[in-house]
């Protein structure tokens, strides 16, 4: 198939990654600027006539080195993205033969390092209580909002709302996280997980993605849970949480919320001309 080998439609490289089935598209700007619009965002997004993605993760160089930018499929941005952050770097660890490295993110300076067999481990920051760090669009208790459910709001450089239930796999995710992800207590909209505890310190969450939708597993969204559930007194400080792809272990501690799982990088490519092109 000779247009499969041919160079002349050949464009921007990509690569296809997941943690845990939630699935980045990876694009490595750090040799070459890439002008990257929420346009092209929502057609590389788009899983029948482009890649498709729960999130869109942009390498580049910044003044502390390594950054990521996230874009949700809707084309907006998101300042974290933790399964994504995992992936890319035991990537770039694999690339340097580095153990460890710091990165950098719209949240802050994120350290990760190799935790052995296949594991990555990644530290999200410290966690946002205050109401207007989350943010919340007016002062109230974040470890019981005033919403059917007494849910809590959580930041983790973008917001949460945690509702913790008898049985998670009860709860119709779909009608119920595009209820609240546009509540109006969130200005910002939010990502809502509803969890459930099924063990010493061992919980069973589902997630709703702001921008997205429903996904296998997030990030973000296990770290905010945990700090949830350890506020609540549910859970000590250090949690395995079952996703619907998989499970990670989040254990908060003095200098931040450190995230531990897989990651899985699945295959390179290139984007054609022909495709960029028709991006409007």
């Excluded at 990257?36 to 502390?64: E, I, K, N, Y």
């Excluded at 019981?144 to 450089?157: K, N, Q, R, Y």
Aim: contains cysteine; aromatic residues 6%.
């Amino acid at each position: 198939m000779p247009a499969m080998r041919s160079a002349e439609d050949i464009g921007m490289p990509f690569m296809k990654m997941h943690g845990l089935g939630n699935d980045f598209v990876v694009l490595d700007a750090r040799a070459d600027g890439i002008d990257v619009t929420p346009g092209l965002a929502c057609a590389l997004g788009d899983r029948h006539r482009g890649v498709g993605f729960d999130q869109l993760a942009v390498m580049s160089t910044g003044p502390r080195g390594l950054h990521l930018t996230f874009y949700n499929a809707d084309g907006s941005l998101s300042a974290a993205c933790g399964n994504a952050t995992r992936c890319i770097a035991r990537y770039v660890m694999q690339e340097t033969a580095a153990t460890s490295l710091d990165l950098t993110t719209d949240r802050g300076v994120l350290q990760a390092y190799d935790a052995g067999d296949g594991l990555t481990a990644v530290n999200m920051g410290h966690p946002q209580t205050d109401w207007a760090d989350v943010p919340l669009a007016h002062e109230t208790d974040t470890l019981s909002l005033p919403i059917d459910g007494a849910p809590v709001a959580t930041g983790m450089g973008n917001p949460h709302c945690t509702f913790f239930v008898a049985d998670a796999e009860a709860v119709d995710l779909a009608g119920f996280g595009a209820a609240h992800e546009h509540h109006p207590l969130f200005p910002e909209r939010t990502n809502v997980q509803v969890a459930g505890l099924i063990g010493p310190d061992h919980l069973r969450m589902r997630v709703w993605e702001r921008g997205v939708g429903i996904t296998l597993a997030s990030g973000s969204s296990s770290c905010a849970t945990a700090v949830a559930a350890a506020r609540r007194g549910l859970t000590g400080r250090k949690v395995r949480i079952d996703l619907d792809g998989g499970t990670l272990l989040i254990d908060w501690r003095d200098d931040g919320v450190w995230m531990t799982g897989p990651s899985m990088h699945v295959f390179s490519g290139h984007l054609t001309r022909s495709f960029m092109d028709a991006i409007a």
